[in-house]
């Protein structure tokens, strides 16, 4: 589920939406105290891409907590709670959908008959009959389920319900039915949420429901929604946990919200669930659509908009095909062989070996988990999610001043305190010592190569290097590679030296050889022509094209290191460096983070007062910033001095702030053209999505762009 995020009304709250094959309508209630109700109707294509009608009234109705369904019959119905009524009256009203017109004819609101809160409907056409199903509680604050059938007349004006005897339980309960009478209702439980599966019976008099009560989720804090299409797909919304530490003051409390799809299984009333996916950034009591081929949601703002500042509530409305884009993740290189790195939105993992820490230094060893974590999986996990970009940062350790073979390790370490920080992932293990774990970075990324198709191109980048002395048990000196003293190239030339030789010989015939007679860029050469029906390793490493710290003068005569092994640079131009000379480089990215832990400045698009902190959108937008082979846009908070220190927000943290607006800001750049589906000339693109915390999520975004760009594919 991607962004798309507009705003479908101003001044609006507790939206609800339901879509049947290209009709669509959505209700919502005044956010002042009037409670009048409103609704838009439209329709939506297969890319998801909904037009809207105007801003109605439903007639004079005012109320609470509305609910819409729409069948494939273009029939309407809508139920709430009555505002005025002391006793939770419930109330409903039929329509038809006036596609011409992107209207909705309503019949006369009538009363239920039932007392009830937070109602849901649903609606399906079965066997030439209009059918409802309802769900409510008896009070905003009660757990006891009650479900309604009702048929509706043939003047299509009237619902005639029939109570269902229930022994269901939960809190805000969600119900939707399809053509071919399937149900399925979700329920909060206070730290998570339910599903019940059923069935219609063909008299419409009671629903069968399986005997399992399969768990959504338990990181929700509520209102969690369901939809259901004819063939069984089933789209899931719900509140992720909060986010407390949002850097403004008066931002205390926003919440994720996290979308989950699944498969219906009729025959054991069961359901297939699969993995959650951050929906369109921040908001709250999301209500969620699907007619098989697109998903549609709406929900509320966050009390104060992320991306606006704007203190109004207002109902966001978000769209998206049902395009994991390709199944297999793991293979999604293969549908683009045609294509060029730099033609290509390809998935990267920020400080990639720190799925776990060792070896922490002293002041670091205080928050290790929080100040240093920056990924959930290791590599052969990643790699099995679609991650294709890897920022490898190599910490060797020596465990004494007189260790002449340090270990190599990845490591996450703090400049700006000297070295200090943990290694993370061991690099490979050449240790006899059987007590040494076997998993290793190298191992990982093998394991994959030796079960993967013959299409994938993995980047490997390193960086950063570092070595950390360790003497009596205690990691006491840590000291960076600074690229340019003499000092620092004597001590890392061996090192990157040894590491170079170690990826060639581990991985051999899986690294990318660029022939002696070719003269195009890395970039520049279709995957197919890379991969040579085999899967391959783009092994580059930083600095190794400086003088005294070069390939060809640490590997003479070595042809098959000099064919395998690349120079990298950032193209990133500060105070201190020049723009790397293109010749000179086999692979230059432009790399620069917002260096922030408000995603408010990482977002911003406007020129930054501080040249430190700038928007990772202005970066962006200027063309001066695309000249390099590959563009990342480096979508990671950052934790500040005092965040280090007190060990909150934790990495973790700030990920699921920028993780969950990745999505809503992608699409930005594609309504406006930034990202250009029409293009003359060179186009640019973000080549290259940086996340921490990265699962299939972020493929999926990126692979979602790909298929936009390049649809035959």
């Not at 007392?115 to 309802?134: D, L």
Request: with cysteine; glycine share 6%; aromatic share 10%.
């Amino acid at each position: 589920m991607l962004g798309n995020v507009k705003t479908l009304h101003s001044k609006s709250v507790q939206p609800s939406v339901s879509i049947a094959g290209e009709k669509i309508v959505a209700v919502y209630k005044d956010s002042s105290s009037n409670n009048n109700l409103y609704y838009k109707a439209g329709t939506v294509n297969t890319l998801g891409i909904i037009s809207w009608g105007d801003h109605h009234t439903v007639s004079s109705d005012q109320g609470e907590t509305p609910s819409v369904a729409i069948n494939s019959q273009g029939v309407v119905a809508e139920i709430h709670k009555n505002s005025g009524s002391s006793n939770n009256a419930m109330w409903a009203r039929v329509g038809v959908f006036d596609e011409s017109g992107k209207t909705v004819g309503w019949r006369t609101a009538y009363t239920v008959g039932h007392s009830g809160a937070k109602p849901s409907i649903s609606m399906a056409y079965i066997s030439q009959q209009h059918v409802v199903v309802a769900a409510y509680v008896e009070s905003p604050n009660s757990d006891t389920i009650h479900l309604l059938i009702g048929r509706i007349d043939s003047s299509l004006t009237v619902i005639s319900w029939t109570y269902l005897q229930s022994t269901l339980s939960g809190y805000n309960p969600k119900i939707s039915v399809n053509d071919t009478g399937d149900v399925i209702l979700v329920s909060d439980n206070l730290i998570n949420a339910n599903i019940k599966i059923g069935k219609l019976k063909t008299d419409f008099s009671d629903i069968d429901w399986g005997s399992g009560s399969p768990q959504l989720t338990d990181e929700t804090t509520g209102y969690a929604d369901v939809s259901l299409s004819a063939d069984g797909f089933i789209a899931f919304a719900y509140q992720g946990n909060p986010i407390t530490n949002l850097n403004s003051a008066n931002k205390s409390l926003n919440y994720p919200t996290i979308v989950k799809s699944g498969t219906l299984n009729r025959s054991a009333k069961s359901v297939s669930l699969n993995s959650s996916l951050f929906g369109p950034g921040l908001g709250q009591k999301p209500s969620i659509a699907t007619n098989g081929s697109v998903v549609v949601m709406v929900q509320e703002t966050p009390f104060i908009d992320s991306y606006t500042n704007d203190n109004d509530l207002k109902v966001l409305f978000s769209s998206s095909p049902i395009r994991n884009i390709y199944t297999d993740r793991s293979t999604w290189m293969g549908h683009y062989s045609n294509k060029k790195l730099k033609e290509l939105v390809i998935p990267g993992a920020h400080d990639a070996g720190m799925s776990e820490t060792n070896y922490c230094t002293n002041l670091a060893s205080a928050h290790p988990t929080s100040d240093t974590i920056t990924q959930g999986l290791d590599f052969y996990n990643m790699l099995g999610n679609g991650i294709r970009y890897f920022d490898v940062r190599p910490g060797w350790l020596k465990k004494s001043d007189n260790d002449a073979h340090p270990e190599t390790w990845s490591g996450h370490f703090a400049s700006n305190f000297g070295g200090v920080g943990c290694l993370g992932m061991k690099m490979l293990n050449k240790s006899t010592d059987t007590t040494q774990a076997s998993k290793t970075i190298f191992q990982d990324v093998l394991n994959f190569l030796q079960v993967s198709q013959n299409s994938e191109v993995i980047v490997l980048k390193f960086s950063h290097y570092l070595l950390q002395t360790q003497k009596g048990g205690s990691v006491d000196n840590s000291q960076l590679f600074d690229y340019k003293s003499d000092s620092s190239i004597t001590t890392f030339k061996p090192l990157v030296t040894q590491l170079i030789q170690d990826v060639v010989d581990t991985f051999g015939s899986w690294l990318y050889q660029k022939p002696t007679n070719e003269t195009r860029r890395i970039v520049d050469i279709p995957l197919s022509e890379i991969t040579n029906r085999r899967s391959k390793v783009i092994a580059v490493f930083d600095f190794v094209e400086l003088s005294g710290m070069n390939l060809a003068a640490m590997f003479p005569g070595n042809t098959q290191v000099l064919s395998s092994i690349h120079s990298y640079a950032d193209y990133y131009i500060d105070a201190d460096t020049n723009a790397p000379v293109m010749s000179g480089c086999d692979l230059t990215v432009y790399d620069h983070y917002s260096n922030t832990n408000d995603i408010e400045v990482m977002v911003s698009y406007q020129a930054p007062s501080d040249s430190n902190h700038p928007g990772q959108r202005y970066l962006y937008l200027q063309q001066a910033n695309h000249h390099a082979d590959l563009y990342l846009l480096s979508w990671t908070l950052t934790q500040q001095t005092a965040d280090i220190i007190a060990g909150t927000p934790a990495i973790s943290k700030l990920a699921e702030q920028a993780n969950c607006c990745l999505g809503s800001y992608l699409q930005k750049l594609i309504q406006e053209n930034d990202i250009p589906l029409n293009f003359t000339g060179t186009p640019y693109y973000p080549n290259i999505v940086y996340v921490d915390f990265c699962t299939h999520f972020v493929t999926d975004i990126c692979n979602f762009i790909n298929k936009t760009l390049y649809p035959q594919n």
